[in-house]
């Protein structure tokens, strides 16, 4: 993100709160510590597995910021979080911290799995941050079901569930989507539309566009520009308001694009997509970038307060990076443990009730 650290715009001048599509500025100024934090934190990740400091998967989300900050910071802290398996910048946007989130995928001890679970399984109930999954799909009837059980107990809580583009494809997003519209739950789905799945065009794969994909099913979508944390967070903190009051459930088609390879082993670009068009989107859709200057145009922030900014997440990023590293393995002893939710007294449900025991 060479690009960020330089304002390419004028000075601060009266352009206004108009620049901020209305948002304060406290919370326009947090959401750009936030991705900040994002990109300088998976920056240290990609370096920590150039140097085989991290191993397996790891799906970077650079360039998916904005979808991450502008949907999940305009939750309320309870409300429930179900992703993918290109999910780091969310279980930090939902509060996990960055050592824990980097420990894990170091596979250490001290991570927010227990070391066993590694990039493509974060998770913390605490936090509500119910995963990191890596079958494509997977977790969208899960989301469904955590809706079903806020309905059933009478809760106000709200889940987002994000998905890539390839998981619309996928018979259980259907089946998900129909029985969330018939019951009325409470979560709302976002597709984080970067047009492929892994080499993939998404256009070589459907014969409709994402933003149909729940017509069928009689649940409202929104076509959101996910490239502009702003206008996301915006229309997050509106489908919240209307699906916590009873709307049921929405559907977001939010346009993105990834500017790294599918995963660490992935060249950045390839025979699916060429260099000019990764140079272009990098140019022309960093949503640090873009934040960076709508601030700058209403006169909330200068190059000396950005540089601090990004020092402080750089900080934040390298003290992650030794906390991880200076971190013991999983105990072999750990092996057994958390492997059935069914362990006998003490028995946990995802909300963090007890069980009471007896059969159900
Ligand atoms: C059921 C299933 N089929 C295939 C795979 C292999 N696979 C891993 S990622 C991926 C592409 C997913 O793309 P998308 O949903 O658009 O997410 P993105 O990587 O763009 O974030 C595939 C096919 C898988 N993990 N699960
Ligand atoms: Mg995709």
Not at 64 to 81: F, T
Not at 264 to 280: A, F, I, Q, W
Not at 327 to 341: G, H, I, T
Request: proline share 4%.
């Amino acid at each position: 993100m060479a690009d960020t650290m330089t304002a390419e715009t004028t000075p601060p001048d009266a352009a206004g709160e108009g620049a901020l599509h209305g948002v304060s500025p406290e919370t326009a100024l947090r959401l750009l510590r936030e991705m900040l934090l994002y990109r300088r934190f998976e920056e240290k990740a990609e370096e920590a597995y150039a140097i085989g400091k991290i191993g397996g998967f790891c799906h970077l989300h650079i360039g998916q910021e904005a979808a991450a900050a502008g949907s999940i910071l305009a939750l309320r802290e309870d409300d429930y979080v179900i992703s993918a398996y290109r999910e780091h910048t969310q279980a930090l946007a939902k509060g996990i911290e960055p050592s824990a989130v980097m420990a894990e995928l170091f596979g250490r001890a001290t991570g927010c799995s227990g070391g066993k679970g590694g990039s493509m399984h974060l998770f913390d109930m605490e936090l509500r941050f119910m995963g990191g999954h890596g079958i494509v799909g997977a977790q969208v009837p899960l989301a469904a079901g955590m809706g079903w059980k806020i309905r059933y107990r009478e809760e106000d809580q709200v889940v987002v569930c994000f998905m890539g583009d390839a998981a619309v494809n996928q018979g259980a997003f259907h089946e998900a989507l129909n029985m969330s519209a018939v019951w009325s739950l409470p979560v709302i789905y976002v597709v984080e539309n970067n047009e492929y799945g892994m080499g993939t065009a998404f256009s070589r794969v459907s014969m409709t566009p994402i933003s149909e994909k729940a017509c069928a099913y009689g649940i409202p979508t929104s076509v959101v520009d996910g490239q502009d944390v702003l206008q996301t967070w915006g229309a997050f903190t509106e489908l919240a308001a209307e699906v916590r009051a009873g709307g049921g459930p929405r559907f977001v088609d939010l346009r993105t694009y990834r500017f790294k390879g599918h995963s660490m082993s992935d060249p950045v670009s390839g025979t699916y997509r060429s260099k000019e068009e990764v140079d272009g989107k990098v140019k022309e859709a960093d949503p640090i970038a873009t934040l960076r200057d709508q601030l700058i145009e209403a006169g909330h922030l200068d190059q000396a307060a950005l540089e601090e900014l990004d020092a402080k997440a750089k900080e934040v990023a390298q003290n992650a990076f030794d906390f991880a590293d200076e971190s013991p393995l999983p105990d072999p002893s750990a092996l057994y443990a958390d492997v059935y939710a069914d362990e006998g007294p003490g028995r946990i449900y995802f909300d963090g009730r007890e069980r009471s025991g007896g059969a159900d």
